[in-house]
């Protein structure tokens, strides 16, 4: 149990358009997901925490016009990273809580974004 | 703040040989919790361990173990008799005070293990 998957596991998109990059749990709920991010080589930085109904709370320092995050259910969470540049080339990878057990996050396998 | 501090950038040992991972953190809090995380290859983190700052006791899983020193502010662990399989990179955290459920995570240290 508790698998939490994510979509799609790469993709690469042009300067200036927008991806959307799906954050599911399998077979629990969620109230509540984490959006990090993570460069080559280095530690996964938290961006922002979605809570399932109501707005998400970004992390110091990241733009929440740019990574816009949506948690429409208790089993989806959607990060947008809007006029993708080189820049935002990383790995984003989700974790979700689940409903009966804090503090254990179940991570999801990561998306690689790459922006040519 | 909270910081969690991997020393070990990389490691690689042989095959059967023990390896222990340093993890060194910084809170001013007293309450708090610590987790170990594995990252293959694949990328999708399993999580290992979780232990409550109120909670010294060492834990041994099988040839995983952990030794937590609130002392010197350490959570260290130890593979024995390691494995191919065991090769990744493997992350310490730390919980934020006010949020349990928030992860400040070490820079993390890749472990090789040649056959």
């Known amino acids: 149990g508790a698998v939490v998957s994510q979509h799609p596991s790469w993709v690469i998109c042009k300067s200036g358009t927008s991806v959307k990059i799906e954050c599911r749990s399998l077979?629990?709920?969620?109230?509540?997901m984490f959006w990090y991010r993570q460069f080559p080589k280095q530690s996964l930085m938290l961006m922002a925490t979605?809570?399932?109904?109501?707005?998400?709370?970004?992390e110091q320092g990241v733009e929440k016009d740019k990574f816009l995050i949506n948690h429409a259910s208790l089993t989806l969470s959607t990060l947008t990273v809007t006029s993708a540049h080189p820049e935002d080339s990383s790995f984003y990878i989700c974790?979700?809580?689940?409903?009966?057990?804090?503090?254990?996050?179940?991570f999801g396998p990561g998306t690689r974004l790459t922006v040519t | 703040a909270q910081k969690v501090t991997q020393a070990q950038t990389e490691i690689s040992v042989v095959e059967k040989e023990d390896v222990t991972l340093d993890c060194v953190y910084e809170?001013?809090?007293?309450?708090?919790?610590l987790f170990w995380y594995k990252q293959p290859p694949s990328g999708e983190l399993v999580f290992l361990i979780r232990?409550?700052?109120?909670?010294?006791q060492n834990e041994i899983s099988g040839r995983y173990s952990w030794n937590f020193q609130k002392s010197t502010s350490s959570f260290n662990f130890t593979i024995t008799a390691s494995q191919v399989v065991d090769s990744a990179v493997y992350f310490c955290?730390?919980?934020?005070?006010?949020?349990?459920?928030?992860?400040?995570f070490g820079s993390g240290t890749k472990l090789n293990v040649k056959p």
């Open positions: 974790s979700a809580l689940g409903l009966a057990d804090t503090y254990e996050q179940y």
């Open positions: 077979d629990f709920q969620a109230t509540t």
């Open positions: 979605s809570n399932e109904g109501s707005k998400a709370t970004y």
């Open positions: 809170t001013r809090d007293t309450t708090y919790y």
């Open positions: 232990r409550n700052s109120f909670d010294e």
């Open positions: 955290a730390l919980s934020d005070p006010y949020n349990f459920n928030k992860f400040y």
